[in-house]
């Protein structure tokens, strides 16, 4: 079935360690993004691409970096340098690039730093 | 700049009862209008959404919603809510001439029995 799988749904992190999650789509889509939830805070933009070999930043993108070098792979790095990374994270995938299309969710992984 | 408001944060309904969740947006132009429902520990799924035509939009599990321009609203409704409709509800809003959508910051309900 046609989808995004987010990987690990749950990872755990020392302080001072960079982790990546993964996300991959077998959609086809152009477009991709990385978003962090907290309770009460709603879904908060850290990185999107619209293509291939090309990503740009969000509202939160300190602390996080990405990379877009498959059309079908968008891994999210967690550096140390991200204050608060325990959260939940989302990876979405767009049928159309811009923002008029609806947007497909993975699970979601949720980081806790320990 | 883009917005979207969900004033209620939590809401209690009884099963069977009639529901209204309320969005408001602010954007100068048409606005691309989404509502995602989110069940505990997962992702988002689409529930409706509204690009042009219509202002009264159909969408999956009995939801609809409704674009109101002159109130700069998009509320969802529900006629009567079943035990497994409790979830996270989010309204978000794209636009045709960037490339980010703004989500509102949920609002959670609850169906008693």
């Known amino acids: 079935d046609g989808g995004i799988t987010q990987s690990p749904k749950y990872l755990f992190r020392k302080e001072g360690q960079n982790v990546t999650l993964s996300c991959e789509q077998n959609l086809n889509h152009d477009a991709m993004y990385w978003y962090r939830q907290d309770p009460g805070q709603g879904l908060r933009l850290i990185y999107y691409?619209?293509?291939?070999?090309?990503?740009q930043k969000g509202d939160i993108a300190e602390g996080y970096s990405v990379s877009r070098e498959k059309k079908e792979s968008f891994p999210l790095t967690v550096t140390s340098a991200q204050k608060n990374p325990t959260a939940f994270y989302l990876c979405?995938?767009?049928?159309?690039?811009?923002?008029?299309?609806?947007?497909?969710f993975g699970e979601g992984s949720r980081l806790t730093v320990l | 700049a883009q917005s979207v408001t969900q004033p209620d944060i939590h809401i209690t309904v009884s099963e069977g009862a009639s529901l209204e969740l309320r969005c408001n947006y602010s954007y100068g132009a048409t606005p691309y209008l989404f509502w995602y429902v989110q069940s505990p520990g997962q992702g988002l799924q689409l529930l409706l959404k509204y690009f042009s035509g219509d202002t009264l939009v159909q969408g999956i599990k009995g939801f609809e919603a409704e674009f109101k321009r002159s109130q700069s609203s998009f509320n969802l409704r529900k006629p009567s809510v079943h035990w497994s409709d409790a979830a996270e509800y989010f309204c978000?809003?794209?636009?045709?001439?960037?490339?980010?959508?703004?989500f509102g910051t949920g609002t959670s309900l609850t169906v008693i029995p």
């Open positions: 979405a995938s767009s049928t159309r690039t811009g923002s008029t299309g609806e947007l497909f």
């Open positions: 691409s619209q293509i291939v070999n090309d990503f």
């Open positions: 978000a809003v794209g636009t045709n001439t960037g490339n980010q959508f703004y």
